[in-house]
């Protein structure tokens, strides 16, 4: 008797996509920004992601999967947009300059992880995704110009700025609680 191909199939998702269930969530919640919205993301892409499997031909299926978790995320949000999709994004809108000496590593040392993920949440979508797909996913820039769509000039582009807005916003909110300090 032959094999089931549906179980190979089955089998050979679970051994290369599956270990990156915990990627998956972490991209998608921080762009819902809830769980449990995150959740649903997460369900739908897998979904896509096991019906769609016999068109992945190799390569790394970690990148594959955070592009599906994105573009579910894109495609669910079109049916039911927040107030804060429909702001349009302005590069040059959004450009901070800081002319503080301090360096970046120093302003995220300093600051809790409660204020580094404030400062993450409040970033402009495109920036924060951008951020946690090479910060906390680890994607190289070409890794997330593939799973963003994004030419890697761009992906650069927005890293920068997404930093130079963490490091302004951390080193404000570190400003303000060193002046609020009771000595």
Partial sequence: MAPDPHVIGSTRFEERVLPHLDAAYNLARWLTRDDTDAQDVVQEAMLRAFRYFNSFHGGDAR??????????YYSLRTKTPPDSMHEA?????????????????RALLALDVGSLQMALENLPHPLREAIVLRELEECS???????????IG???SRLARARERLKA???????????????
Avoid: C
């Avoid at 959004?94 to 970046?104: C, L, R, Y």
């Avoid at 820039?141 to 030419?151: L, R």
């Avoid at 916003?169 to 609020?180: G, K, N, P, V, Y």
């Fill in 63 to 72: 990148i594959w999967l955070l592009a599906i978790v994105r573009n579910t």
């Fill in 89 to 105: 994004f302005d590069d040059d809108v959004h450009t901070i300059t800081d002319d503080q000496p301090t360096p970046e590593a």
């Fill in 141 to 151: 820039y070409k890794e997330i110009a593939a799973i963003t769509g994004q030419k």
């Fill in 154 to 156: 761009t992906v650069m």
């Fill in 169 to 183: 916003e951390l080193t404000r909110h570190s400003t303000e609680a060193r002046r609020h300090d009771v000595q």
